[in-house]
C-alpha cells in the first residue's frame, strides 16, 4: 500500500481478497502497511489489485517463502517487546541464566542486566535435555519468578516454550515467547506459535540452510502472526575449537531476503565464556539487531550451561562494547 | 538376570527396586531378561542386588545412556513389528509411498511390497513440509487407507506421528510408529513414544551424534517402551552429490554400544533413486536389521518425493540382492 | 570410434587434432578407443569429425571434466597395476601397513596378504604427517624394502608420493602411485603424474566435493597419464563416532559421471579397527572396485595409525566375505 | 628470558641447547625472547637451564605445537611485512584483484588500495585452479607487474607459492608469500617457507582444525621463519547462502592458543560481495589483526572471482568502517 492509503483503503483490499477465497496478512510497517495473500493454490494476476485504492504495487513473489519476504514488505520490520524495539537502530540487550534456578538467582540475574543497560531478560522454565535424566527446568514455578523480576526491575522477558502442551501457559506469563533450535521445524508448534498474541523469537536449527530457517518463519506469519524475531545460534560443523560455529554471515544474508529483524546468541554459538565477548562484538558490527547472551550471577554454580555463561562484570562490557560499535557503524536499512 | 531366573526372581528385584523409589525396567530377550534401574539420583551399590536369587550380574552402567546400553541387556533386542521380528537374522523389508495419497495408490503399493518379498508397507498420513503451502497428508483418512492395505495383504504397517495431538490416532491404526528425523529432540513426542503400545522406529536427526540419537531412544525406553527401532537416514554435509549423506558406520557404531535394532533407509538417505540400490546392498552388508525404502506404483506422478521413490520392479531387485547378500555374510550378534 | 576403426584410423583423427593446434588424448578400451581433445580455447564443430573413418560418434562434452567423462569414453576404464586389473569383474584387494618400518615387518605383511587372496601391497615410504616432529617415513630405504617384498611374493605395490621432489623415485619402485587426500589439490603434483608412466590412486580429499574430485583426475589423465584409480576414504563431518565419514554413495555417484574405477579405503574412511570390516563389506556392496585396506602383522606396534589397521586374519576375513558379496550381486557396467 | 637478559646470555642458552645436540629457536619480542627448543626426542628436563644467566622461566610446553605456542612465547608477535606492522594495535589492509591480469589493472587496484588507506596489496601470479583448463595466472610477468605497483605506491606485496618450484621466485618480488587453503597440508611447500627470509600469510584449509592450522604454521616455524601469519577464510559447511562459512570464532581461538597474528579474509570467506563488507566489520571485532579483501577496478570484467570482488568505492568504506571500529573498542594483547 502507499504511504498514503486509508485504513478502508487496506479494509477493502482485505475483502477483496477473502471474496476470492483466500487469506489476507496485513502486516503494519513504520511507513507503509503491507498485504500479504495466501491460502491461493496458483498465481493470481497482479492486475487484480493494482488499480484498487491505495495500492502502490501487487507483486508476484519469486521465493518459496511468502509473507517473511522482502518482496512482500520493503521495510525492515520492527517487533516490540513490551515496549522494547527489536529491528530498529539501537541494539537489543537480553541477558540472562540457561534456566531458571531460582527466585533469588533470577532477580538477581534480573538486577545485573538492567544493571548493565540490557533491556530484556533471558531464562528458561522448560529446558530441552538431551537425556531424559537431566534437570528438565522448574516449569510454571520458574514461568512466576520470571514475572516477578518483570516486576521489580521492568524487563521483558524472552523464554522457551517447548511443546505446545505448554504454550499457553509460556504465552500468559512471557513477553516473548522463545522457539528453540530443535523445535525449528517442529511444525505443530509452530503453528501454535501463529496463533499467538505474543512476539516470537525463532531459533535456526544446528544444520538448517537459510532457507529452511525462512520456511519456518513463514509457518508462524501464515499462521497470523507477524511478530517474528529470527536468532542465530550456531550451526554444527566439524570444527572443535568452539561448540558450535557461529555462522555471522546469515545476518546479512537474511536481511537481504526478509523484512524480520536477526538477532544472535554468542553464548550458543560459541559454548565457550571465553569467546563470547568477541562474537558479540563481531555479531553487532555484522549488522544484528540484538544479542541473546547467557549470563549468570554465580556460573561456576549453574544447572546447565555455566562453562559458557558470562560473569555480570563481562556481561556489561559487552553492552557497552557493543553499543560504541553500533555508534560507529551505520545502522542502515540494507539496500533493497 | 540367569537364564534360569524365574518370574518370581524377576519380579522380587522389581519389588526391590521399587521399594528403594526407583523405577524398575524389564526388558525380555531371547535368553535372559535385564532390569534396569532409572530414577536413582546418585549411584546404587551394585552389592545391594547381586546376591538375590536369579541375579546373574549387577552392574553399574558407564554411559550416560542407560536402557539402550548393551552394559544393560547384552543380547541383541528383536522388535516384532506385527509379527514381523526386526533385529534377528533376516533381513526386514519395508516398502512404500513417502505419502499416502489415494486409496489405490495405496493399495497397489502394497501388494508391489508383498510380491517382491517385503514384510512391511510405509507411507505417510501425516507429513512435516518444509513449507506451511506444501501437502501435509491426508491425516486419519490416510490411516484407514493404511489399514485396508494392511487387511488385504497382512503387510505391518509403519506411519509417523508428527506430535503429540495426533498420536492417540496414528498409534491406534500404526503397527509401528515412526518418529521423523526433524523430531528426534522433540522430547514431548519421545515421551508420549514412551508410553505407546506399539514399536517406535526412530529415525536419526539430520546432524544428530550418535551419542544424540541413543539418548533420544533412552526417552522413549526410560518412559517404559523398550520395542525401539533406529533408523539411519543420511546426515547433513557439504557433499552435493546426493541430496544427504548415508553414514553406513553407524551401523556397527550403534551395534557395538547398543543393543537395539538399527535400519537404513537409503532412500532419504541419498534422495536419488539411482543410489538406492547400491546403498540398500551397502547397509545390508554392513549389518543393518532392514531396510526403509520409498517405492511408488507411479513416481512419475508421486505428490511428494517422487525423484528418489523407486519403481515396483527396482524394489523387487532391492529385495532379491539384499537376501543374497545377507545369506553369504554371517549375520551374528556383534561382540560384547 | 567404432569397435572395427583401424589403428591407421585413430592416427588420421589424431594428426587432425594435432593439425588444428589442439591435443590429442587416445584412450584404449576394451571394445573401443575413444579419443579426447583439450587445449581448444572454444567449442569444436563435432562435424569437422563426423565423417573420418572409423568415427562412432563426435560429441561435445557437457562437463567442466572432459577426459575423466562417460560422455567421451562410455566403457568402463580397467587399471592395470603390474597384471592385476582394477575396474573389471573381480574385486581388487590391496592390504599392507600404514608406514613401511622394516624389512620385516613388510615381507611379513606381504606374505599376510599374499596367503589371504590380496594381490596388492600398500605401504607408505614417504608419510604426510601433520607434525612436523613425527616419524617422516623410511624414504628411499622403504621404498627398496616394498620392491623386496614384491620380488618375494609378486604383489604389485601401491605407495604414496608426496611431492614433485620424490616422485621420480617413487615411480621408478611403485607399480601404482597414490596421492594422498591432502594433495588432491595439489596441482604442481597432479601435473607431475599427469606425465608419469605409471597408474596413480588419486584419494578424495577430505572435504572435496564430486567435482572437484573429477577435475583433480582431470588434471593428471589431461597430461596423457590416462591410468587413474579414483579412492573415496571419508569425509569431514561433524560425526564422532567414525574419525571420517566413509561416503559410500560417491562410488555410484563417479560410476554415473566417470568411466574411471573407483575403490574404496574403509580403515582410514572410519579410522576404527572394528569399523573396517563392515564398511569393506559394504563398499563392494555398493560398486567398488577394489578395497585398500590397512593391515600390520602387529598392530599394537604400529608406527602409526595401528588402532585402525587389522590383524592378518581379519584381513584374510575381509577378503573372504568381500569375495563371497561380489559374487552374489550382479557386478555389471552401470547403465550409461 | 627476562626483559634485562643481554645478547651474550641469549647465545649462551643458544649454545648449550645445540651441545645438547637439538635445535635452538630465538623468537624476539617487543620486550622479552624466547627460546624454543626442538629437535629433541623426549622430555628435556627444565633445571637444566633454570638456573641460565637471563632465564626467566623454563616451561615444558604441553601442546602437540611448540613453537607457535602461547606457552612458549606469551607476548604477542608482531610480523612487519615491508614495514607494516600486522598484530599491533592498528589494522592491516591488504587489497587487491585476485589474479594479475595486466600491469593497468593491478597499477589501478594499488592506487585504490593506496587512497582507500590500505598498506598491503594483494593479486596472485601463480592461481591454484580447480580445472586445468582455466586460467592459470600471469606468472614471473604478473610478479613483476605487482613490483611496478610497489615501486609506484609504496605498497607491500602480498602474493602466493603455489609449489616449491616457483617458490624462488615468488620468494624474490614478494613482501610476504601467501600460502593458500589447499596447500595448508602441502608439508614439502610449508617446509621449504619455513626457509623463507620473507614474511609468511597462511591461510586455514577449507576443513582444517585449529590444532591442524596451528601445526601446519609449526611446520613453518620449525624450519626457522618466525614470521607468520594465520589467516581465516571460511570453512566448508552445509550451509549455501555464502560459498563458505566464516569461522569468526577461530580469531580468539587462536589468540588464546598461540602469540601468532590472525588476519580475516572475507571475500573468500564468504565468496558473494554483498557479504564482504558486514563481515570485515565483525572480523574486527573479533579481533583480527588486519583484513585480506579482493577489490578490482572492473569487478565484471575480472578473469576469476569477479562477483565476490569489491569495487574501489566499496573497499574504502570497508577500511573506514572498520578503521572506527578499531578505535572504539581496546585492541589489546588476550589475557594469558
Given at each position: 500500500?502507499?504511504?498514503q492509503?486509508?485504513?478502508?483503503?487496506?479494509?477493502?483490499?482485505r475483502?477483496k481478497?477473502?471474496?476470492?477465497?483466500?487469506r489476507?496478512?496485513?502486516?503494519?510497517g513504520a511507513?507503509?502497511?503491507?498485504i500479504g495473500i495466501?491460502?491461493?493454490?496458483?498465481?493470481?494476476?497482479?492486475?487484480e489489485?493494482?488499480?484498487?485504492?491505495?495500492?502502490a504495487?501487487a507483486?508476484r513473489?519469486?521465493?518459496?517463502?511468502?509473507?517473511?519476504?522482502?518482496?512482500?514488505?520493503?521495510?525492515?520490520?520492527?517487533?516490540?517487546i513490551?515496549?522494547?524495539?527489536?529491528?530498529?537502530?539501537?541494539?537489543?540487550?537480553?541477558?540472562?541464566?540457561?534456566?531458571v534456578?531460582?527466585?533469588?538467582?533470577?532477580?538477581?540475574?534480573?538486577?545485573?542486566v538492567?544493571?548493565?543497560?540490557?533491556?530484556?531478560?533471558?531464562?528458561?522454565?522448560?529446558?530441552?535435555?538431551?537425556s531424559p535424566?537431566?534437570?528438565?527446568?522448574?516449569g510454571?514455578?520458574?514461568?512466576?519468578?520470571?514475572a516477578?523480576?518483570r516486576?521489580?526491575?521492568?524487563?521483558?522477558?524472552?523464554?522457551?516454550?517447548l511443546?505446545?502442551?505448554?504454550?499457553?501457559?509460556?504465552?500468559e506469563?512471557?513477553?516473548?515467547?522463545?522457539?528453540?533450535?530443535?523445535n525449528m521445524?517442529?511444525?505443530?508448534l509452530?503453528?501454535r506459535?501463529?496463533?499467538?498474541r505474543?512476539?516470537?523469537?525463532?531459533?535456526?536449527g544446528?544444520?538448517?540452510?537459510?532457507?529452511?530457517?525462512?520456511m519456518?518463519?513463514?509457518?508462524i506469519?501464515?499462521?497470523?502472526?507477524?511478530?517474528?524475531?529470527?536468532?542465530?545460534?550456531?550451526?554444527r560443523?566439524?570444527?572443535d575449537?568452539?561448540?558450535?560455529?557461529?555462522?555471522?554471515?546469515?545476518?546479512?544474508?537474511?536481511?537481504?531476503?526478509?523484512?524480520?529483524?536477526?538477532?544472535?546468541?554468542p553464548?550458543?554459538?560459541?559454548?565457550?565464556?571465553?569467546?563470547v565477548?568477541?562474537?558479540?562484538?563481531?555479531a553487532v558490527?555484522?549488522?544484528?539487531?540484538?544479542?541473546l547472551?547467557?549470563?549468570?550471577?554465580?556460573?561456576?554454580?549453574?544447572?546447565?550451561?555455566?562453562?559458557?555463561?558470562?560473569?555480570?562484570?563481562?556481561?556489561?562490557?559487552?553492552v557497552?562494547d557493543?553499543?560504541?560499535i553500533?555508534?560507529?557503524i551505520?545502522?542502515k536499512?540494507p539496500?533493497?
Amino acid at each position: 500500500m502507499t504511504a498514503q492509503a486509508t485504513s478502508a483503503d487496506v479494509d477493502a483490499v482485505r475483502r477483496k481478497i477473502e471474496t476470492l477465497g483466500f487469506r489476507a496478512h496485513i502486516i503494519p510497517g513504520a511507513q507503509r502497511t503491507a498485504i500479504g495473500i495466501t491460502g491461493n493454490p496458483g498465481a493470481i494476476d497482479p492486475a487484480e489489485f493494482q488499480d484498487l485504492n491505495g495500492v502502490a504495487e501487487a507483486i508476484r513473489v519469486s521465493k518459496p517463502y511468502k509473507l517473511v519476504s522482502r518482496e512482500v514488505k520493503k521495510e525492515n520490520t520492527v517487533v516490540s517487546i513490551r515496549g522494547v524495539p527489536v529491528g530498529g537502530a539501537a541494539v537489543a540487550f537480553c541477558g540472562g541464566p540457561c534456566s531458571v534456578e531460582s527466585r533469588e538467582q533470577i532477580l538477581e540475574s534480573a538486577r545485573a542486566v538492567k544493571g548493565a543497560g540490557g533491556q530484556l531478560l533471558r531464562g528458561g522454565a522448560y529446558k530441552p535435555r538431551t537425556s531424559p535424566y537431566a534437570f528438565q527446568g522448574l516449569g510454571e514455578a520458574g514461568l512466576k519468578m520470571l514475572a516477578d523480576a518483570r516486576q521489580e526491575t521492568g524487563l521483558g522477558i524472552v523464554t522457551e516454550a517447548l511443546d505446545v502442551e505448554n504454550f499457553d501457559l509460556v504465552e500468559e506469563y512471557a513477553d516473548c515467547i522463545q522457539i528453540g533450535a530443535r523445535n525449528m521445524q517442529n511444525f505443530s508448534l509452530l503453528r501454535r506459535a501463529g496463533r499467538a498474541r505474543k512476539p516470537v523469537l525463532l531459533k535456526r536449527g544446528i544444520s538448517a540452510t537459510l532457507e529452511e530457517f525462512l520456511m519456518a518463519a513463514e509457518y508462524i506469519l501464515s499462521g497470523g502472526n507477524y511478530q517474528v524475531i529470527l536468532c542465530e545460534r550456531g550451526v554444527r560443523t566439524f570444527a572443535d575449537h568452539s561448540r558450535n560455529t557461529l555462522d555471522l554471515s546469515v545476518v546479512p544474508a537474511v536481511q537481504r531476503l526478509s523484512h524480520l529483524p536477526i538477532v544472535v546468541d554468542p553464548s550458543h554459538g560459541t559454548g565457550r565464556r571465553d569467546q563470547v565477548h568477541p562474537m558479540a562484538l563481531a555479531a553487532v558490527a555484522a549488522g544484528a539487531a540484538g544479542l541473546l547472551v547467557e549470563m549468570h550471577p554465580s556460573p561456576d554454580n549453574a544447572l546447565s550451561d555455566g562453562y559458557q555463561s558470562l560473569y555480570p562484570q563481562q556481561f556489561a562490557e559487552v553492552v557497552r562494547d557493543c553499543s560504541a560499535i553500533a555508534q560507529v557503524i551505520a545502522r542502515k536499512q540494507p539496500l533493497v
